[in-house]
């Protein structure tokens, strides 16, 4: 229950305002933000890639309706990747995008354009991009999008959330050879028309979707932070003859960097997703939905503690 609340202010402009402007909440915002500026997001990259970690980075912001705002947007990730060149991290460092921060909700051929501009730019660092999946009402859009885009850039990613009752159609259809997938279980307020609604039913529901990806010729990024769905990752992997160079976990900035350093170790590909900007409310409230403890994490930084 308090996760559907948390969901749905997410995309409350009256709580946004709220939060945003109490000084305490900078204090969690900034476990799970690496900063606001170009520069800080730099420093965080180099801290995880020093430590053996790959990444992906998200400039924060969505749903803009507003044309110039799209073009700032893909204009960040240019400058974002431009910045990052010298470094010469290649594949260790992709973006990820969503695409109505670009333009979606205006027009498919303005998120295309600028998709396009930021692949480019990716790929003379040698690297990728990947498209975040946002609400169920964007999908197909961003399956559209992502075909395009795999014309002249066909190591393009997409992220597949688990808990829409079509993702296991979407898995097979994506399981081909070249095709990276991030499989995550959503993070969006879904009506029980499209989306399994239990704990339980989503978690049954990741796992047919696993199967389907790593039993595949593409390449599955597992996103978990559960030790029960790592557990059979494994299982699958040793099942279908894959190696640890055939798939990647993928986990948030600022959560269980202990298990992210743990799996490293082992040899596994980590990437860590790492957003920042100043436009963190959405994704900031997300997080806290998530899991109870990102909430007892809150209130104990709002109580000082």
Known sequence: MLGQVLLATSRSALVRRSVSGFPLTRKVVDRFVAGESVEEARTAIQRLTDAKLTVTVDHLG??????????????????????????????????SVKLSAVGQRLDDAM???????????????????????????????????????????????????????????????????????????????????????????????????????????????????????IAVTELLADRFGRSVGDYEYQMLYGIRTDRQEALAGAGHTVRVYVPYGDDW?????????????????????????
């Not at 939905?289 to 930084?301: C, D, G, Q, S, T």
């Open 111 to 229: 998120a295309l354009d600028h998709a396009r501009e930021i692949c480019a730019a990716a790929g003379a660092n040698g690297s990728t991009v990947t498209l975040d999946m946002e609400d169920h009402t964007t999908v197909d859009s961003t399956l559209g999008i992502l075909r395009a885009l795999r014309e002249d850039h066909p190591s393009t990613g997409v992220a597949i959330q688990a808990y829409l009752f079509r993702s296991v159609q979407d898995c097979r259809d994506l399981a081909v050879e070249g095709s990276r997938v991030r499989l995550v279980k959503g993070a969006y307020r879904e009506p029980a028309s499209v989306a399994h609604q239990s704990k339980g039913d989503v978690d049954r529901a990741y796992v047919r979707c696993l199967r389907i990806l790593m039993a595949g010729k593409g390449y599955p990024m597992v996103a978990t932070h559960d030790d029960r769905l």
């Open 281 to 305: 409310y959405g994704y900031f409230m997300r997080r806290l939905a998530e899991r109870p403890a990102n909430v007892a994490f809150f209130l104990r930084a709002l109580g000082g503690k």
């Open 62 to 95: 969505e749903e803009t309706r507003d044309a110039g705002a799209a073009a700032a947007t893909a204009k960040a990730y240019v400058t974002l990747l431009e910045s990052l060149r010298p470094l010469g991290l290649g594949p260790s460092v992709e973006v």
